[in-house]
């Protein structure tokens, strides 16, 4: 019998999102993603990079990253899923077929296990300061049936964010009114939720070229301004603002010139943090994101 053809490929782009102050104090915990190996990593200007390439079906390809609490307190982090992009099929998307396990192999445990697009927040735990797990990201190509080849030349990308900060716990039910009779629901509608956009940034960064990189992701068509300020030397500098737009789904990767002052302090070896603000008109709405960057 000969070998399924079906040959797809998948990249895991792993990225850090923002902290999130402790309540009653400025303290934080920060995650900060680094020290990446395995056959599924490569590297570039943004931090790690998951990729696995001629998948077939019954291959397995796995890889390992390692996450610290680059903050000033101990803190919770959550895993979630930043954004997914699937090329189209005749069998549907290839992430709904692709089988996902997350290991934490510190606390040797499974955080995940199921499909590759099923993940969503994921509670891995208190983290202390400076403390460090290793995860290992197997995926899975299953295949065996009717449809395999109808995934060939396939591909997904998914952008993994580890934030601080515990998942926030599912809404509680509430007891429906007592009524003499069932309520008609001829001309209700239900409202659909707003999208939101998403704002991505590796928490640190070398400045290359006198820039700070970031990626705006909008589920549908937005407006956007980014802004910035940079604290170096002991003092704050305004960054010079950037607009894009998006005229449909997709995300967009901004560089940020950093002023001269900035500049000078990064050829000095001097640390500059640099705070970004988005502000994002999307489905109607105006809303503001921020990331820190150092």
């Known amino acids: 019998m000969s070998r399924p053809r079906a040959v797809v490929a998948v990249a895991l782009a792993v990225a850090v999102g923002s902290a999130l102050p402790l309540q009653g104090g400025g303290e934080s915990a920060r995650a900060e993603v680094g020290s990446a190996t395995g056959p599924l990593v490569a590297t570039d200007g943004n931090g790690a990079v998951l990729v696995a390439q001629g998948l077939r079906p019954g291959d397995i390809r796995a890889g390992e990253v390692t996450v610290v609490n680059a903050g000033d307190t101990s803190g919770a982090l959550t895993l979630s ?3 997914r ?16 396990t997350v290991v934490d192999l510190k606390a040797r445990r499974t955080v995940f296990a199921g499909k590759f697009a099923a993940l969503h927040d994921v509670a ?3 983290f202390a300061q400076g403390d460090s797990h290793r995860y290992r990201f197997a995926v899975t190509f299953p295949g065996g049936g009717a449809l395999d080849d109808q995934f060939q030349g396939a591909s997904t990308t998914v952008s ?3 934030s601080a ?3 926030a716990p599912p809404p509680q039910p509430t007891a429906a009114p007592r009524a003499s009779a069932p309520p008609s629901t001829l001309g209700t509608t239900v409202p659909r939720p707003a999208p939101t956009a998403r704002l991505i940034a590796s928490a640190r960064q070398r400045g290359r070229g006198g820039k700070v990189q970031v990626q705006l992701v909008c589920p549908t068509a937005c407006r956007a301004r980014f802004t910035a300020t940079a604290r170096a030397a002991g003092a704050t500098v305004r ?14 990767t901004v560089r940020l010139a950093l002023p001269r002052r900035a500049r ?7 640390t500059t943090t640099v705070r970004v603000s988005v502000r994002v008109s999307i489905g109607g709405r ?6 820190t960057v150092r």
């Open 160 to 162: 993994y964010v580890w």
């Open 85 to 100: 992009v699937d090329s189209p099929t005749p069998a549907g998307p290839l992430s709904a077929a692709l089988d996902l």
């Open 124 to 126: 891995l735990g208190d």
């Open 239 to 252: 960054v010079r603002a950037v607009s894009r737009t998006l005229r449909r789904p997709g995300r967009v």
């Open 165 to 167: 900060g515990p998942v």
């Open 264 to 270: 000078a302090a990064l050829a000095a070896g001097r």
């Open 81 to 83: 899923q930043a954004d």
């Open 286 to 291: 105006k809303t503001m994101l921020r990331k």
